[in-house]
């Protein structure tokens, strides 16, 4: 917490640093204007500026967020959807950045990850490592139904 209160113009530099480092979430932002100690009758002011001269922008946030996740940590739509959701972004927004995950390479890298997983275990016997697959695939954030057809095929080549 700031000892010193800071005046508005202050904030405003500090968050556009802020939101030009990475994009940001409008949660994100209001939590660290309480962390510098602005007043609160100032956060809608500071926001529309921030919003007006595109430093912070929800849709533009929802699509790098929900692409890197997809891209970096292989993360399902269902975990996805759900972080978002904690950020507390719009559901236009969230649907959008869905949208831009390609129906074909998700289910291309859901297959893979199944299968390195059902493979890595091997000392388990077959209901169990049945079982452990579905529930990593879960975990990663994988649609129940998506993840039972794609394990089903699985089993029954192997």
């Known amino acids: 917490m700031y000892k010193k209160q800071l005046t508005k113009e202050q904030a405003l530099q500090k968050l556009k640093h802020y939101c030009a480092y990475q994009e940001r979430c409008h949660s994100e932002v209001i939590e660290k204007l309480y962390s510098l100690g602005v007043w609160k009758k100032e956060h809608d002011t500071i926001i ?3 919003i007006e001269e595109n ?3 929800e ?16 993360w399902g739509r269902v975990k996805i959807k759900y972080e978002l ?5 719009s559901e236009y927004c969230v649907k ?23 493979n890595a275990l091997k000392q388990f016997q077959y209901l169990i490592r049945k079982k452990k697959t579905i529930d990593y695939l879960i975990q990663k954030g994988f649609e129940h139904s998506l993840v039972q057809t794609v394990m089903n095929t699985l089993t029954k080549t192997s």
Do not use: H, P, S
Request: glycine residues 6%; hydrophobic residues 35%.
């Open 55 to 57: 430093y912070l922008n």
């Open 96 to 118: 959008k950045a869905l949208k831009q995950i390609d129906e074909e390479e998700y289910e291309q890298v859901l297959k893979k990850l199944a299968g390195d997983k059902y």
């Open 59 to 74: 849709e533009r946030f929802a699509m790098a967020y929900a692409g890197g996740k997809w891209r970096q940590k292989q």
């Open 85 to 89: 959701k904690q950020k507390q972004v």
């Open 48 to 50: 529309a500026t921030l």
